[in-house]
């Protein structure tokens, strides 16, 4: 638990600065939601979600539904990691995309529950994604920081006296990156439960899903 205390603790920064991305992402998303739908619609993220609620009306038992859900965001959050080697630039494109199709989603389900879009997150998005979002969050901070990283590791080797500062660096970020993966889990193992829970739950009770 120290070691992840202290992975998330050293990180607080981005971590925080990939909340706010992912915040800004979602109030631009509601103030646009007809220009961003389109958008995104277009990008093909409402294809890929469709697909997989398919998926798991095909077989809509808990495993497969947990597996489903778990191994896709862990594979986008190891692909969020990942890819923030060149320069940071993809999670936070994720982020803000993410949080945009949130915000398209928040404004039309107001619109169309006569509800307003504060209590909408509070009473359905919080408690679906009250781990899930941390975990995108951390990812992404992580992703970030593997592309300063890189960015600082490249610049060292042209300044004089900073090639051992650029070595330095990476071995902290990669004393640091086995706990942040471990939280990420964690996080997505228990959020892939709690969905599966809701989803079996709910489709029980409705006589079937969707």
């Known amino acids: 638990m120290g070691r992840i205390a202290r992975a998330l603790y050293d990180e607080r920064k981005l971590i925080g600065g990939a909340a706010l991305i992912l915040f800004a992402g979602m109030l631009i998303g509601y103030v646009n939601a007809e220009t961003i739908d389109s958008a995104l619609r277009q990008s093909g993220m409402y294809e890929a979600l469709e697909q997989m609620v398919r998926r798991i009306q095909e077989n809509p038992d808990f495993l497969s539904t947990f597996g489903l859900i778990f191994f896709n965001n862990a594979r986008a959050a190891a692909t969020t990691i990942g890819l923030g080697i060149f320069l940071g630039i993809y999670p936070a494109l994720m982020l803000l995309a993410n949080g945009m199709m949130l915000g398209v989603i928040l404004h039309q389900s107001a619109a169309e529950a006569g509800v307003h879009p504060l209590v909408l997150f509070v009473t359905k998005v919080l408690p679906h994604?009250?781990?899930?979002?941390?975990?995108?969050?951390?990812?992404?901070?992580?992703?970030?920081?593997?592309?300063?990283?890189?960015?600082?590791?490249?610049?060292?080797?042209?300044?004089?006296?900073?090639?051992?500062?650029?070595?330095?660096?990476?071995?902290r970020l990669f004393d640091r990156v086995p706990a942040a993966v471990a939280v990420v889990m964690i996080l997505l193992v228990l959020a892939a439960a709690i969905e599966a829970g809701l989803i079996i739950a709910l489709g029980t009770r409705g006589g079937a899903i969707g």
């Open 129 to 171: 994604g009250i781990l899930e979002l941390p975990a995108i969050i951390i990812a992404a901070a992580y992703g970030m920081r593997l592309g300063i990283t890189f960015v600082r590791w490249l610049f060292s080797w042209f300044v004089p006296g900073k090639r051992s500062a650029g070595s330095m660096e990476w071995r």
